[in-house]
């Protein structure tokens, strides 16, 4: 039994198939996705019936990214906040033409029961964006953290190596589990188009949402599967790219 951990999508179906066939999955196996599968790409609406089926043949965990949250508001009470409309939330709403209503309320029911983040059985951690509180995501104080902190990622990559673990200086916030596994800053800001590691943070953020590629990862092996580039897959697209 193998786990792949698979990053954000944002509204690439085409993607998102690319990459599972190239994982050859097998009964046992188990997908955790760590957020963000709508906003970007034409096929949002698409993606999350997608994932609501592939969950009923097989073992699938849904952690929710800060464009859950906003598509979801949007799906219960019509609320399109002006910072979601301008960062993808038009196509969502456009890739939504042709679903009903029914059909609609079974997404925001999908949305409703998204994970904030998941803790497995060897004490790895997986969730969309990282965490403040220097006791563990089970003490964050504000659950919205969990979808939009930048600062563990950020800690992470600028860690002197030199410090033991053991330390007073070193960071509590990487003491409490054994691996993490993050999406929501894409690896394309630091020129790289693979997941990224530092200390024990894997960023499976590989720019899907606008030049890069989406990336699955056996986070045993850490072996990796990637999709097309996005913009090759949706050539008269512009995803979240901006001129």
């Known amino acids: 039994m193998r786990t792949f951990v698979v990053g954000d999508i944002h509204g690439g179906l085409k993607a998102l198939v690319q990459v599972l ?34 969950s009923q043949k097989m073992n699938c965990i849904f952690i929710k990214g800060n464009h859950d949250v906003w598509c979801e508001a949007w799906l219960r009470d019509g609320e399109v906040s002006p910072v979601w409309y301008m960062h993808g939330g038009k196509e969502t709403m456009e890739s939504y033409a042709l679903f009903t209503e029914d059909q609609k309320q079974q997404h925001l029911t999908f949305f409703e029961n998204l994970k904030p983040y998941h803790i497995d059985e060897a004490n790895r951690l997986f969730l969309h964006a990282g965490f403040t509180s220097m006791h563990g995501v ?51 800001n630091y020129g790289v188009t693979v997941p990224m590691h530092a200390v024990n943070v894997w960023n499976i953020d590989t720019g899907a949402a606008f030049t890069g590629k989406l990336s699955a990862m056996d986070i045993d092996t ?22």
Request: glycine share 6%.
């Open 138 to 188: 089970e003490k964050e104080v504000f659950q919205s953290v969990l979808y939009f902190d930048r600062t563990l990622w950020e800690m992470a990559l600028t860690m002197d190596e030199g410090i033991e673990k053991d330390s007073k200086l070193y960071p509590n916030r990487l003491k409490h589990y054994h691996e993490i596994y993050i999406g929501h800053t894409p690896t394309l």
């Open 21 to 54: 066939n190239a994982l050859e999955l097998k009964h046992g196996d188990t997908l955790i996705f760590v957020g963000d599968y709508v906003d970007g790409w034409s096929e949002s609406a698409q993606v999350i019936q997608f994932l609501m089926e592939r």
């Open 222 to 243: 850490k072996a990796i599967v990637q999709s097309s580039p996005l913009p090759d897959l949706y050539p008269n697209e512009k995803g979240r790219n901006r001129d």
